[in-house]
């Protein structure tokens, strides 16, 4: 891929993630200080639970190196914009999610290289793989530096001092968001159909495994420590839903060679989509259950 590809599609990205940051404020930061419980639990279970859980797992489940790195990099990726749609669309706490996602996509700056980095070099099977790639982790920082946090920090700046231009364009941005999502997708499939065609049951098997175990994660966290039922759905979608766009970008920089991760992220970027959706009409279904059992429970009591 080409210098130049590669400056547009980080610069696309860079757009995505600035159009994340317009639908946040200060408001969202300062609700995570006054209420820190569920995004703390929320923010553990995504760069520490997942992370680890999904290193072990690589290491041992027999597996090409290739899959187990691609894994480990979608693990360490913050959530994206989708899980806020999700979670409205699935009555959870939308606020808490909305900040969550801002934090995620700041911490991420830092934890996504370096916990990428950290398990990839823990994993045996993985680590043989990274010292025949010598990737550096500065120039990894670097780059989620400038597709993370610097368009989060100007989009914030227009959230908070320009919030009319930011209210009326954040829907432009958020739909962006999703074309570039399919774009990023697309491009990663095209470039590796033969390969793809060839291990579909593998890459299939392992993403949809993999994003199961990080939807459990995040529930399982949430409901141990006694979260309501909107915070629970609110962390299972944001821990569940990675930013799979993050990652291939990612991959595209410094990976080009390695055709199995960016298979890997591509149907993550699939995948959880279709999962996200699942759950959300899932929960959907239940709470209108659960409202006519309620209905008809006070109208035999009523009537008796």
Known sequence: MSALTLFVLNAVLAMMMFGIALSLTTADFKRIVSKPKGPMVGLAAQFILLPALTCGLTWLIPMPSEVALGLI???????????????????????????????????ACV????????????????????????????????????????PLAAGLFCANHFPH????????????????????????????????????????????????LALMIGWGSARALGLNKADRRAITLEVGLQ??????????????????????AAA?????????????LTWQYLDRRHARQNKHKKQFIYES
Not at 78 to 87: A, Q, V
Not at 118 to 130: D, F, S, V
Not at 243 to 263: E, K, P, R, V, Y
């Open 73 to 107: 990099l979608v693990s360490c990726c913050p959530g994206g914009s989708f899980s806020n749609l999700m979670t409205y669309l699935s009555n959870g706490n939308t606020a808490m999610s909305v900040s969550m996602t801002g934090v995620a996509s700041l911490l």
């Open 111 to 150: 934890l996504t290289p370096f916990n990428f980095m950290l398990y990839a070099e823990l994993n045996p099977h993985t680590q043989q793989l990274m010292q025949t790639i010598s990737v550096s982790a500065t120039d990894m920082l670097v780059i989620v530096a400038l597709v993370l946090a610097l």
């Open 165 to 212: 231009f930011a209210r009326r364009s954040e829907p432009f941005f958020r739909i962006v968001s999703l074309i570039t999502l399919f774009g990023f997708v697309a491009i990663a499939l095209t470039m590796n159909w033969q390969r793809f065609i060839g291990g579909a049951s593998i890459f299939l098997l392992a993403v949809v495994f993999h994003n199961a």
């Open 243 to 264: 930013n799979s766009g993050l990652g291939l970008g990612i991959i595209f920089t410094f990976f080009a060679d390695q055709t199995a991760m960016a298979i890997i």
């Open 268 to 280: 993550w970027g699939i995948w959880h989509l279709i999962s996200g959706m699942g759950l959300s």
